[in-house]
């Protein structure tokens, strides 16, 4: 701990010092913001954070967000009406951030979060945990340009998503919607319309780093997690976008019981991939993104695994046609899929790791039901194929369906028996979403989704997950140029 404040401040020290004012025509240099062809769902974002890098208009900004969800999920797992897991909650997220930017090359951010939630249980208890705890949800110093023209650094906990968050976008898995941060630092070097990111990750299994008020021993990982990082970025070609990487982690002390299908023992793997997306025209698009691991992973005596290789897989692939009418239809296909481990006994350990990919991007419903095997949307062992379509009759309002086959390459041999069989189809699963954004300040959406399960379960039952949610955000600048 003290080691980590003090490296941290001697960073901030050192920066602060070399940091160079930003020229007028530094803008050139700068790595363009591009509007990606979002997969289903986009990466979550803090509230009030901005990856651009200009001179600022505005030196002091503050803000705040109110979250409310209110959600009903039943079977998003087990699939048995006989296992009592009807939950019906009420969400309340409150984050507040100030951004001071005293010159073009340097911002301080930081934002304060909060989640406290209102639980009904199957036997129709009422648990409210408010106020919970209050957490430094981010805390950084960005340095848009340090030593060379185009260099720059951002250090502290902050969001840090890249590509479409196929593994890089959530760093607190364990703590569900709260929060998506990472503690790290950004290290970037731009030029003309690319750019190389090196980066370091340390995400915890509680949060050690920052203070918390009321501290509720809260959970945000299973594992202690850190990671090296090379990522790359070309926008040199119009309408194309290249992203090349390669990604050192490991994942330590889970703090799971030994014994426990979903324990994961300790390990290390490199992770090297390539996303590409292009736009053939203004209304057709496609992407797609492939990952290779390779690593070593300890043994568990307990559940009679040896030491072993890590050698997995997983991707996508999508596209995506809009149409020009006044109600802007689209409609997008897609595929999915993450590498199985057929036998965990074995001398090589095949199923793929998300690494920092866990985010319900696919679906609610299947994130929520895969903390069944290894932990929430934790993707392994799985292939999907979906088809979606929507439109935008007002500007303000938005609507999509949704569907999605879910299959595994192999069956869950390691898990619960009385939940998984012996087959290899995970279900089928409908899901229905409007938006609606009256404007900056007030936003939300309704969802709805439903899984008919398949044989790789041994439930029947259908499942569904339910939200509400309405979202409110206030900014105010206090001091511009």
């Excluded at 793997?269 to 053939?280: D, P, W, Y």
């Amino acid at each position: 701990m003290q080691r980590f404040i003090t490296a941290f401040f001697s960073l901030l020290l050192i920066c602060g010092f070399w940091a160079k004012p930003a020229a007028a025509d530094d803008s050139a240099n700068a790595a363009p913001v591009v509007a990606l062809v979002a997969a289903p769902d986009s990466p979550p974002s803090g509230g009030g954070n901005s990856s651009q890098k200009q001179v600022p208009e505005t030196l002091l900004e503050f803000g705040m967000e109110e979250r409310v969800r209110v959600e009903d999920y039943d079977n998003t797992g087990e699939f048995l009406r006989s296992s009592e897991d009807v939950q019906q909650r009420t969400r309340f997220r409150t984050k507040m951030w100030a951004r001071w930017t005293p010159t073009g090359s340097v911002e301080f951010y930081v934002r304060l979060g909060n989640e406290f939630k209102k639980t009904t249980d199957p036997g129709l208890k009422w648990e409210c945990n408010a106020p919970d705890e209050g957490f430094v949800d981010n805390l950084y110093l960005d340095f848009k340009q340090v030593v060379l023209p185009g260099l720059s650094l951002k250090v502290g906990r902050q969001d840090l998503v890249k590509g479409e968050g196929f593994l890089l976008t959530e760093y607190t898995a364990g703590d569900g919607s709260r929060s998506t941060y990472m503690n790290g630092f950004d290290l970037a070097y731009s030029v003309r319309k690319s750019s190389l990111h090196l980066f370091g990750v340390a995400a915890t299994i509680k949060d050690h780093y920052l203070p918390r008020i009321n501290d509720a021993d809260r959970y945000t990982n299973e594992t202690d997690n850190s990671m090296l990082g090379l990522y790359y970025e070309n926008r040199s070609h119009r309408g194309t976008e290249v992203d090349a990487y390669w990604l050192y982690s490991s994942e330590l002390r889970d703090f799971r019981n030994h014994t426990s299908a979903a324990y994961i023992p300790d390990r290390h793997l490199s992770t090297i991939g390539v996303r590409v997306l292009h736009k053939f025209t203004k209304t057709l698009s496609a992407a797609g993104e492939f990952a290779y691991q390779v690593g070593r992973q300890h043994a568990n005596a307990a559940r009679l695994m040896p030491e072993t290789d890590i050698r997995a897989w997983g991707g996508y692939a999508y596209a995506r046609k809009e149409f020009d009418r006044s109600w802007k239809p689209f409609v997008q296909v897609a595929e999915y899929f993450y590498s199985g481990d057929q036998n965990e006994t074995d001398n090589r350990a095949t199923g793929f790791d998300p690494v920092f990919g866990r985010w319900p991007g696919r679906s609610e419903l299947l994130a929520y039901g895969l903390q069944k095997e290894k932990g929430f949307a934790y993707y392994s062992n799985m292939r999907l194929a979906s088809v979606q379509a929507g439109l935008s009759p007002l500007k303000q309002l938005k609507a999509s369906v949704s569907y999605q086959r879910v299959d595994a390459f192999y069956p869950n041999a390691p898990g619960n028996s009385e939940i998984f069989s012996t087959g290899t189809h995970r279900g089928d699963l409908f899901g229905v979403k409007g938006e609606v954004m009256l404007n900056n300040n007030w936003k939300g959406h309704i969802l709805y989704e439903a899984m008919l399960p398949g044989d790789f379960y041994v439930g029947n039952d259908f499942g569904h997950f339910f939200r509400f949610e309405v979202t409110y955000t206030f900014r105010k600048a206090l001091l511009k140029q």
